[in-house]
């Protein structure tokens, strides 16, 4: 192999890894991306949960007594 050739075939090589290295960094951000969503939606899931059993629950009603109609 020439020196040309070497030089071309290491400048590949080192293109090649930095590709390799800023999709693997992407990656990584878009996984502590995820993460990062599922921690928020898990807390507004928990907090729906709480204000439905908070709302609805029988406990909290409180039973209306029918009026009679005016005459």
């Known amino acids: 192999m020439t020196q040309d050739e070497q030089q071309q075939v290491n400048a590949i ?8 290295g800023n999709l ?10 995820a993460e990062a969503l599922a921690i928020r939606l898990k807390a507004a ?3 729906i949960a ?3 059993k908070k709302y609805e ?5 409180v ?3 029918p009026q009679e109609p005016a005459a």
């Open 63 to 65: 039973p209306i007594a």
């Open 13 to 20: 090589m080192r293109f090649y890894e930095r590709q390799c």
């Open 57 to 61: 629950s029988p406990d909290n009603v």
């Open 24 to 33: 693997a960094s992407e990656g990584a951000q878009a996984v502590g991306m």
């Open 50 to 52: 709480a204000l439905k």
């Open 45 to 47: 899931q928990e907090e």
